[in-house]
């Protein structure tokens, strides 16, 4: 049976009929699924029969693999894979997988593990259709703009709205400090697309006050969470998203009433951001080496 792609929305999304992902790929599937992810920004597999090995292993199809995270814990055993789980915190905030490195996962894979009853779906925002819609004098603005992405921050929750096991959940994430400077459009390495690459880790336009990035980032942000840049995935059981980071922003809805869900995140090691002027993304902050290879 040969590889069926379907469509989702116009914008971003697409399930993926005809491979069986517990298996070994061919070159030619490989490349099928590539072009997919390239086209579509986010693809469902539905039916899939996974453990954590065999979700590594159809993640480095596609590369090498990160460690589950630079700052968090792995599952146990499985130091590439991270539990996204709903009781050791919520990411019910925009934002591109560890955008405060020098080079963020080039694609993540979030698979299902644990689903509520109702609720709990990730949104997967596309970054190009977001670029595509800025005004031109809005895209020539951020064309020339770099922005600061940092882990420490406050996520927008005041300190007095966390209990002692959320403060020690924000004090392991921000254990190492990492800052790095990321042209805002980004431009695709394998499509040439442009994208807003911006999400909950840019904190500063690079040469602006806070608060006059803050509006900047809030404008652009604003076309990034446009309903038609955004595919709302409902998870069921036994599925698995692959999701280009480097043209996506996704958020997690916390609105399941607090039922258990759980994810398993594995990602792929990326490349070092490039503008449009062709000007390497830059660290300031930190050394993720331990985290992340640079993709070739």
Known sequence: MSIEISKVTANIGARVLGVDISKPLDEEQVTAIREALNVHKALAFDDVHLDDEGQQAFARHFGDLTTAHPTVAAVDGAPNVLP???ERGRA???HTDVTFVLNPPQASTLRSITVPPYGGETLIASSAAA????PAPLRALADTLWAEHTNDYDYAVPDEQIDEEQAAQRAQFTSIKFRTAHPVVRVHPLTGERGL???GFAQRIVGLSVG???KLLDLF???VTRPENILRWRW?????VLFDNRITQHYAIDNYDGRPRRLHRVTVAGDVPVGIEGKESYAIEGDASHYTSVAG
Do not use: K, T
Request: hydrophobic share 25%; aromatic share 16%.
């Open 221 to 223: 942000q604003s076309y």
């Open 92 to 94: 019910n905030h925009w």
């Open 236 to 240: 069921s059981p036994n599925q698995l």
């Open 212 to 214: 006059e990035s803050r």
């Open 197 to 199: 690459f911006i999400g």
């Open 84 to 86: 996204v789980d709903s």
């Open 131 to 134: 670029y595509r819609d800025l």
